[in-house]
């Protein structure tokens, strides 16, 4: 099987997500601005101004020589994307009561992953996270967080699988850093931590 590629989304590549988001499911319309906008605004959404949410993400994030997450490529067909980025670039986490903020530490936030249909079971969205992990690391983030969903040992339908699996970022070194619950009948969110230390010039690790 061929190496996976990765590549920061840029305006020349927003083809290839449009590609990868049209095979269907939430992708398709949601367009990974769930997390981007504010709960009312994203319940009067549709797939274009979803779409367009993402593009200001890539036109905003460019002239601060970054890009708003990267796209896995094998063979140079886009199969996998992962959505990454100051904490701050989520309008969603700016406000929400259950996501607060831990601290007042600078962190980064990894928010989403989409893998192609005929490209999953096969440790893309791992390959996906350990990509995000190194890119932060090449843009200077010390500290990264996520929102998985925790599975309990069991499976979760894909849709509900897309902020990644507790397993998959303890694989990739995140620890719990707290737990968090709504209220009594609501499932327990965990948030995920990991410290990264930034690249030194001419360095591989």
């Known amino acids: 099987m061929s190496e996976l590629e990765f590549h920061p989304l840029t305006r020349d590549r927003l083809s290839d997500l449009a590609k990868l988001f049209g ?5 398709k319309w949601c367009w990974c601005s769930f997390f981007r906008v504010r709960n009312a605004d994203f319940a009067h959404a549709t797939a274009d101004t979803n779409r367009q949410v993402l593009e200001r993400a890539v036109a905003t994030t460019a002239t601060e020589g970054r890009s708003p997450g990267l796209i896995a490529y094998r063979d140079r067909e886009p199969i ?10 989520y309008e969603r986490l700016k406000h929400s009561k259950i996501l607060a903020p831990i601290d007042d530490r600078p962190v980064w936030s990894i928010v989403c992953f989409v893998v192609s249909r005929k490209a999953r079971k096969q440790g893309v969205a791992q390959a996906l996270l350990d990509a995000a992990i190194d ?28 902020k990644g699996t507790l397993g998959m970022f303890e694989r990739a070194g995140f620890e719990v850093a707290e737990r968090r619950q709504f209220n009594r ?14 690249r030194r010039s001419g360095s591989r690790g």
């Open 23 to 27: 095979q269907g499911g939430d992708p």
């Open 80 to 89: 996998g994307w992962v959505s990454i980025g100051p904490r701050d670039d």
């Open 135 to 162: 890119y932060a690391r090449q843009h200077g983030a010390t500290l990264l967080e996520a929102y998985p969903v925790e599975t309990d040992g069991g499976r979760v339908p894909a849709a509900h699988a897309y």
């Open 185 to 198: 009948t609501s499932p327990v969110r965990p948030i995920v931590r990991r410290r990264v230390r930034p």
